[in-house]
């Protein structure tokens, strides 16, 4: 059984479907990558499964299974015990996502006292053991999310997901603000978690190098729908789809230009 299957998945505003989904899923322990440009709807299809699409305006139908029930049919109390203790995700600016007026630690006392924590001094023991997971001293509990470099808070995201022991981690394009040595960091980070701990772990990113790198499977997205889907080395060595093989193209290649000497 999949860790997470959708299936039949429409989003749309107003009348406009900008995702349509006949069929996708991440297995146990993969690391699924969902590549495509910009605007394709990869970020949509993330907030879909976390149950987060309805609140900036879209309307969601089909089917997203999870542990035997259909996240589209849960009650909004069942979704908030779903997300974050089960389905974690990490965005692009994990700054923006955190409340900057609380502190990283009580950021996550607070997450883990809502997750089934007993009691503050337990939340602040793991939210120690998961900073020490991602190679973070325990001491940045102490400071604010503007204090914090990209690298680090990234980090923090990873950290509180490992924390809340999610068993998925959507990861929204997690590097892409990043720069190369922290970036490679963050991907050997994400593919630990999933060797370790068994991690299910959808991955977004427009860089097919980047998913090229981590993924285990590749699912290509454009205007809201996967023209192709399959082992990572499949899809990069001998693309089918149009689309796809204009990707591969576009990734950059290392060496001489020309012919010259």
Request: charged letters at 25%; a neutral charge; glycine letters at 10%.
């Amino acid at each position: 059984m999949p860790a997470v299957e959708v299936r039949d998945l429409s989003i749309a505003f107003g009348s406009r479907e900008v995702v349509h989904l006949e069929h996708l899923e991440i297995g146990e322990g993969e690391i699924l990558g969902l590549a495509g440009e910009s605007g394709s709807g990869k970020s949509m299809t993330a907030l879909a499964i976390l149950g987060l699409a309805p609140t900036v305006g879209a309307t969601v139908r089909g089917a997203i299974r999870f542990e035997g029930r259909d996240l589209l049919e849960l009650s909004p109390r069942e979704l908030r015990d779903v997300r974050g203790r089960r389905i974690a995700m990490i965005f692009q600016s994990p700054v923006a996502s955190f409340n900057p007026v609380f502190r990283v630690g009580d950021l996550f006392v607070r997450s883990l006292l809502l997750h089934g924590a007993p009691n503050r001094r337990e939340a602040r023991a793991r939210a120690e053991e998961a900073l020490r997971g991602v190679l973070l001293a325990p001491d940045l509990l102490g400071r604010y999310p503007h204090q914090l470099s990209g690298g680090q808070a990234q980090r923090v995201a990873i950290a509180l997901a490992l924390a809340l022991r999610s068993r998925v981690l959507l990861a929204d394009e997690p590097t892409s603000a990043l720069d190369v040595t922290v970036q490679a960091e963050i991907l050997q980070l994400i593919r630990a978690l999933r060797d370790e701990r068994g991690m299910s772990v959808l991955f977004i990113s427009h860089d097919l190098a980047v998913v090229a790198e981590l993924c285990d499977r590749i699912a290509v997205m454009r205007e809201g729908r996967i023209v192709e889907e399959g082992p990572a080395d499949d899809v990069l060595r001998a693309p089918r789809h149009e689309y796809t093989r204009a990707l591969v193209a576009a990734v950059p290649k290392v060496g001489r230009v020309g012919g010259g000497s």
